[in-house]
């Protein structure tokens, strides 16, 4: 028998966009009428998915929709998804900061929620205070919390500090004394949303070790959310990925993961160019994708893994030593690497330049991308705009045979290999 501590069905959540509160009063009143009738809430019916980068039809979005999963006694539960998923609502309606709109939720033990800097912290009191009220807020009397407080200030490095207030605390400082509470005052559900990208490298490494031994020793429950996916890969036992308000997939970690990785949102790794721009060059490129080694489109490439950059261009005439070109530079537009193509004479016609690299060795971030076309020294077409590429901080697996066989391959001036579209 499974041993469920947390069990949410059909959550949703509802919110009218540009007002405070459920809306109109007519709203309101017609709810109420539905109400005393015996009849559901009229405005469920309606309303857009939580999709931010698109303008609705409706004053009503739903920011979670029909949300099913539940969680065993000393799960550590991953939940991962882009900006605007719903992941923050999600956490919201188990902490009990914010009700769901429709389903419910059954708990098998206290929670305690790390949701943003500061979280349950009344800033003009001191930080031993504090850990005293918040112990307090969990059900634990004073001679527990009491027993508790040299190993929590001791984990959050703040000692000197901690008869300070804590409104003179750093965020960073702010979070390193809230995660310490939150974890060494036994809860037996923990929650824990990005929060803990403010602390520094230290801190995060300690506290993914904590949440570790409490899973494992004190066989309590953890759900975490974050965008870094090596932290998520090396704490999470089973991940729930959330795309727009809505479930998309509960399984094992490395397998949300991937699957999270290969999904392709078209803006985001493939490019179009100059397709209303009358044709005055003698050459220009038309098409950029961003793939991995088998042609799939990508949003992200792991550290790791092999990955690809098409350059398509169209040639109008004749021409003598065209050379494709393809920068990269980081966000401050410093540059890391450029690739070129071999010097060619090319006919009318459409073409590609592939861009292959067997194994991405930069660090995790967000980079742009830039498109040369010349002819000789003397340019043709260059974009350097609204191109970027993200490197994944998640590390791809691969076989020691096959990193050995392609070692040879790993340089700084890869050439781009140009060929004809027929």
């Known amino acids: 028998m499974k041993d469920i501590i947390l069990k949410a069905e059909n959550i949703s959540k509802q919110y009218r966009l540009g007002q405070v509160g459920t809306g109109t009063l007519s709203h309101d009143l017609n709810r109420w009428w539905h109400q005393i009738r015996g009849k559901e809430n009229p405005y469920l019916k309606i309303g857009d998915v939580n999709d931010r980068s698109t303008k609705g039809t409706s004053d009503y979005v739903w920011a979670l929709q029909d949300i099913n999963f539940e969680v065993e006694r000393g799960e550590i539960l991953g939940i991962i998804g882009k900006n605007g998923a719903g992941k923050s609502t999600l956490l919201k309606i188990l902490s009990r900061v914010t009700a769901p709109t429709t389903g419910n939720i059954k708990f098998g033990g206290r929670v305690a929620s790390l949701l943003e800097v500061g979280t349950g912290f009344n800033g003009e009191m ?205 966000v401050n537009e410093v540059p890391i690497r450029t690739s070129w193509s071999v010097p060619q004479d090319l006919g009318p016609g459409d073409y590609k330049a592939s861009f292959v690299e067997e194994v991405v060795n930069f660090n995790s971030g967000q980079y742009k991308l830039i498109i040369g076309i010349s002819r000789g020294l003397e340019s043709i077409d260059y974009i350097d705009k609204d191109i970027s590429l993200t490197i994944s901080d998640i590390i791809h697996q691969q076989d020691d045979s096959v990193i050995n066989t392609k070692s040879g391959l790993i340089n700084n001036q890869m050439r781009i290999k140009v060929e004809k579209i027929v």
């Open 126 to 330: 001191t930080g031993r205070e504090n850990v005293y009220l918040n112990g307090a807020i969990l059900g634990m009397t004073k001679k527990e919390i009491a027993s508790k407080i040299d190993e929590i200030i001791a984990f959050s490095g703040c000692e000197r500090y901690i008869d300070t207030p804590v409104k003179r605390y750093s965020s960073g400082m702010y979070v390193r004394l809230a995660f310490a509470v939150a974890a060494f005052l036994e809860p037996e559900i923990l929650i824990v949303d990005e929060v803990l990208a403010v602390g520094d490298a230290e801190f995060q490494k300690k506290a993914i070790g904590k949440m570790q031994d409490i899973s494992k020793q004190g066989g309590r429950t953890v759900l975490f959310v974050s965008h870094n996916m090596a932290s998520i890969q090396k704490l999470c036992t089973k991940c729930i990925l959330l795309q727009n308000g809505r479930f998309i997939m509960h399984g094992k970690t490395e397998d949300v993961i991937n699957f999270y990785l290969s999904q392709s949102v078209l803006n985001d790794s493939e490019y179009l160019f100059n397709s209303k721009l009358p044709n005055t060059k003698i050459a220009y490129a038309t098409k950029l994708n961003i793939e991995d080694i088998d042609g799939n489109l990508m949003n992200e490439i792991p550290i790791g893994k092999p990955w690809r950059v098409k350059i398509h261009f169209t040639v109008k005439e004749k021409i003598k030593n065209l050379i494709v070109a393809l920068g990269i530079s980081d």
